[in-house]
Every structure is written in C-alpha cells, then in structure tokens.
C-alpha cells in the first residue's frame, strides 16, 4: 500500500509528501480548505488528507502534469488552467504514467496496481492567473507564472505572506518538455513574478526538493537564466525518459545542490534559447 509522509507546516498547511517526491499542500482557513496539487494518482492521497480536513475542500492544480495532477480523481471539485488541458491529456497515459514508476527512487514501494485511474478533465474547473479563492481568514491568489508549463500557475497565501511554486522555479527548473516555453520567456515571467511579490512573501513551498526556498530563489533563477542566455554555463549533459538537454550548473552526485554552492538552476534545451527560434523562418 503506497502511504503518504505528512508534515505540519503551519497551524493552517499540513505537506503530503507522494512516492514521486512530489509535495501536496493542505491549506486551511475557516470556511473551506483548499488542496494544493494532487500527485501522481498513485495510492489515494485523499485517504491520507481526510484525517487532516473537515472542511469543504477545493484542489488547485499548478499545472496539469501527471505527478501533480492525476490524484485530483477523488475529489470533487478541482480546479486547472485550461491552457493546460493537452498536457494532462497525454500526461493521463497510463504507459506514460507507469514509465515515470520506472525511474522513482521509491519504485520498489510502488506497484503498477497501485496506480488510480486519471480524472476526467470535463468535471475540471478553469482558473487563471487572478482568479482568488476565499478559504475563510486566508486568501489564495492564483498568479500566472508561464515556464514549466504555459499554464503553469503559482498560489500565493495573502494573509500568510506564503508562496506554492510547484514546478515553477526551483534549483532543477526544468524546461525540456515540448510544453515549456523559450529560456527567454521564462526568464522575463520570473523578472515580472518577482517584481510582484516582492514585500509579500516570507517563504516558498515548492512542488519537490527539499520543500522550502527563500524568496531569494527566483532571482537566483533570473541570474542562471541569464547566463543560459549569454553561453555562460557548465553545459551538463541531462537525459530522463527522452527528454535531453542540458543543466546549466554542475550538482553534487545524487543532488540538487550545486557544486559552486550557489542557489538555483536550469534545466534547458538548446534549440529553445530565445523566442525567435520558435519562429519559422520566411520562405523564399
């Protein structure tokens, strides 16, 4: 049976921890409570929340990949950009999903029996960037935040000064997938996120990792991306079930640090760099 670490985090945020490494937030406010991300659809995260909750309760997805999305099928009422609806398509493969239990550090507590049926995207709710979410005292604001994913979403507590990133800027930001926009465009999404959080938020809770960044994290980002751009990286090689590219920084063997000791990372392909090479060139 596939089970689900548990962390408090705060009086109002108990972290699931899935066998994907992938972190679930529970965040409760006085009316309603709200369910940030789902996981894999491996086990039933919803036998691990319910103890925890005894409100009405919402799932937010940040974007519609299958380790953040697929245990949204048992629950009610989730909510997802709809700019994301291809990907959760094709991520709801089962071959796909069991693929991604090939290469789990926990695959051997996993068995392909343990794996949920994927939801069904017409009960989804659309959110975009602005829509809010009144949990009762505690405030959720869905925040835009295109790079992993063109809807890729961030949820911002107001009353906590509390930031869920998801996959959205991490010491492994990846862009390799077909679905990740230009290092150029995430480069400018993290300039404007930063702009319109700074002085709001104390802590970030990110989707995998070690599950906390400081603020000072997407700058960090911003300076990786930035020498992306320039041709000022390690350049080490990266390849995960097809997906190749390239890691800006060099890690420490089996980690997320980087070998410099510096904050942040990127994950990258070559061939988008910049806007204009998802341009097709004029025909003559």
């Known amino acids: 049976m596939v089970t689900f670490a548990v962390r408090q985090i705060t009086d109002h945020i108990t972290e699931f921890l899935g066998r994907f490494h992938e972190r679930m937030y529970l ?56 700019e994301d609806r291809e990907i959760f ?31 069904d995207y017409n009960r989804f709710h659309p959110v975009r960037g602005g829509d809010l979410f009144d949990l009762g005292g505690t405030t959720l604001e869905a925040i835009a935040c295109p790079g992993h994913t063109r809807g890729n979403l961030v ?54 990792g070690t599950g906390e960044l400081p603020f000072e994290i997407i700058e960090a980002v911003i300076r990786v991306c930035d020498q992306v751009l320039a041709g000022d990286t390690d350049r080490i090689p990266y390849d995960l079930r097809g997906y190749k590219g390239f890691t800006a920084k060099e890690r420490l063997p089996h980690s997320l640090k980087r070998r410099d000791g510096g904050l942040g990372n990127l994950i990258y392909r070559e061939d988008k760099l910049w806007r204009r090479q998802l341009v097709e060139p004029e025909k003559k």
């Open 89 to 119: 398509h094709w991520s709801s493969d089962a071959d796909y999903r069991l693929l991604g239990l090939k290469i789990s550090r926990d695959a051997k507590l996993v068995t392909p029996e343990d794996m949920l049926p994927p939801p």
């Open 27 to 82: 965040v409760r406010g006085t009316q309603r409570a709200a369910l940030i991300d789902a996981g894999s659809g491996f086990g039933s995260l919803k036998a691990a929340v319910d103890p925890y909750n005894d409100l009405p309760l919402i799932v937010l997805l940040t974007h519609g990949h299958q380790d953040h999305a697929m245990g949204a099928v048992e629950f009610q009422e989730v909510y997802l950009n709809p």
């Open 155 to 208: 949820f911002l507590d107001r009353e906590h000064r509390i930031l869920f990133s998801g996959d959205s800027v991490s010491n492994a930001s990846f862009l390799l997938g077909k679905e990740a926009t230009t290092v150029e465009e995430y480069r400018d999404t993290l300039i404007r996120l930063k702009g319109l959080l700074e002085g709001k938020v104390d802590r970030i809770l990110e989707g995998h």
